[in-house]
């Protein structure tokens, strides 16, 4: 059960990863943009914008492998691993961190998510 809140909550995070990145866009670059191909994407005059949509691209190198690693603890019943909220919670911190410009917090937030996937593997491997 544990790990089914967790991916739960991995999807919200993914939208307030999204939401941020599209706020920050629309302030930097207007609504007008928003709705284009955004097949040149100019570069960000403030930092938020530029740092908001890293973050989101880090959190989808991120999730990918956290998803799959927690679709295979519940569906082998190797639940009540800590790693999966490890990982949420790093994550759900390193968004502000990141647009903040947290650096050294951000490098360690984003290692404690590392280690909590880590945690998933080596549960799922001794089960």
């Known amino acids: 059960m544990s790990e089914l809140l967790c991916l739960e909550l991995s999807v919200v995070l993914w939208f307030v990863y999204l939401f941020t990145q599209i706020l920050t866009s629309r302030a930097e670059y207007g609504d007008a943009w928003l709705f284009t191909p955004r097949d040149d994407f100019p570069p ?16 989808i190198e991120n999730w990918v492998p956290f998803v799959a690693v927690d679709l295979a603890l519940i569906t082998t019943h190797h639940a009540g691993s800590v790693g999966a909220w490890i990982w949420v919670i790093a994550r759900l911190v390193y968004l502000p961190a990141y647009v903040l410009g947290w650096i050294y917090v951000r490098t360690a937030l984003w290692a404690i998510g590392l280690i909590g996937l880590l945690m998933m593997l080596v549960q799922l491997a001794l089960l």
Not at 44 to 55: D, M
């Open 44 to 59: 960000a005059k403030g930092l938020a914008c530029g740092r908001a949509k890293r973050a989101l691209d880090n959190y």
